[in-house]
């Protein structure tokens, strides 16, 4: 499973800092992610990282927020600077996992709410 943290109410301009661990049987786990939904939208890719620590960024917030991942912990983060009110909404984690035997299955977390006041 996936838990995540670290949502909250925050001001315009303002951080939050997103945390996203994975527990259960785990062999190992590919790309990692965090996806957002805001209310009357569709879910839509944030930031990914893949095991080898390649990431790719949503336009909308590339130069402000920075996905990071630690293998040990099987813990996943997303540090949000500079945030607007744009940003609000409900944060998942997603997770590739590989399971011993070699399945793969897709994991999401419950999410988080992360509000952005102006």
């Known amino acids: 499973q996936l838990v995540e943290s670290g949502g909250g109410l925050v001001q315009a301009g303002g951080s939050l800092r997103l945390s996203c661990a994975a527990s259960?049987?785990?062999?190992?786990?590919?790309?990692m992610g965090w996806y957002r939904q805001a209310p009357g939208k569709q879910r839509e890719l944030v930031a990914a990282?893949?095991?080898?620590?390649?990431?790719n960024y949503a336009d909308s917030v590339k130069g402000r927020f920075t996905i990071s991942r630690d293998n040990a912990k099987n813990t996943v983060y997303l540090q949000m600077n500079s945030l607007k009110p744009e940003d609000t909404g409900v944060y998942y984690c997603?997770?590739?996992?590989?399971?011993?035997?070699?399945?793969?299955?897709?994991?999401w977390g419950q999410g988080t709410q992360v509000t952005v006041s102006s």
């Open positions: 997603n997770a590739d996992v590989v399971v011993p035997g070699g399945d793969e299955y897709d994991y």
């Open positions: 259960g049987s785990i062999f190992s786990i590919n790309a």
């Open positions: 990282i893949t095991s080898g620590g390649s990431t």
